[in-house]
């Protein structure tokens, strides 16, 4: 099934908490504003915030023949969702073992009908386990967005994901420096709250691009609990403008490996 889909992209993080599946859902909808027809699978199996980050309720309708049956996927702001999301009561905690996970991550991936896409988005789980192990494994990614904050502490979980990525000889795309400061309400000042320059260091250090730096910003937090990503409802805010443009380069990246 995975034939119709020109290039997926995993978005992955080395810790949780970093804004991943914020970063995923943005990048979704930013690719599909300029044309592109997009999916996101939530492969966050612990922590699928993808339905609540786009406002999708109900259950995946199921079409075909009796043991042939495919799943079919959510939409929501004119993206293919798929999550275990949308399989659980909400609140329901996913508590299965990791042969499990990877089981239905394999469903997610054959059996559900994405159709013809221009990108497929994955929010990777954080960390460096099964569920990425098997996934890598299972489809050829096409490039890996690694995200991380400004501390030292997320910058070394982060250089264990690249060295995971690398070892299975998965291209990464760039770092992307999510909570990078925060300009003061009241002064306009740029407050480092998580400290600063920890992605412009892990991209020397590793040699890969940093794509962007996304600030705090309060218009991500109502954003993604309203069902409307940042790029939707507050582009111009400087989160909304700092993840457009991470969009860009990923796109500018796909075209200039196109034409080489």
């Not at 049956?69 to 299965?96: N, T």
């Amino acid at each position: 099934p995975l034939k119709n889909v020109k290039n997926i992209l995993a978005v992955a993080s080395g810790k949780g908490g970093v804004g991943k599946s914020t970063v995923s859902a943005n990048l979704a909808l930013a690719l599909a504003a300029e044309g592109a027809s997009v999916g996101i699978l939530d492969a966050d199996i612990y922590g699928p915030n993808i339905p609540l980050m786009f406002g999708a309720e109900g259950r995946p309708g199921v079409s075909g023949a009796k043991g042939q049956e495919m799943i079919e996927p959510m939409e929501a702001h004119g993206v293919r969702l798929m999550s275990i999301g949308f399989l659980l009561e909400k609140e329901q905690p996913a508590i299965m073992r990791g042969p499990l996970i990877t089981g239905i991550l394999r469903q997610f991936l054959e059996q559900v009908t994405w159709g013809e896409l221009d990108v497929m988005v994955v929010d990777m789980p954080p960390g460096t386990g099964d569920a990425q192990l098997s996934l890598v494994q299972t489809v050829d990614i096409d490039g890996v967005v690694m995200v991380s904050t400004p501390q030292e502490m997320a910058t070394g979980d982060v250089r264990r994901g690249i060295k995971m990525f690398e070892r299975v000889n998965t291209p990464i795309m760039g770092i992307v420096e999510n909570m990078s400061g925060m300009v003061c309400p009241h002064c306009d000042e740029e407050v480092d709250v998580f400290g600063s320059g920890g992605g412009e260091r892990l991209a020397e250090e590793t040699g890969l691009p940093l794509l962007g730096r996304v600030p705090l910003d309060p218009a991500v937090r109502l954003a993604g609990d309203d069902g409307m990503p940042t790029v939707l409802s507050a582009p111009d805010s400087g989160a909304g403008r700092a993840l457009l443009e991470i969009a860009d380069r990923v796109a500018e990246t796909w075209s200039a490996e196109a034409t080489t």
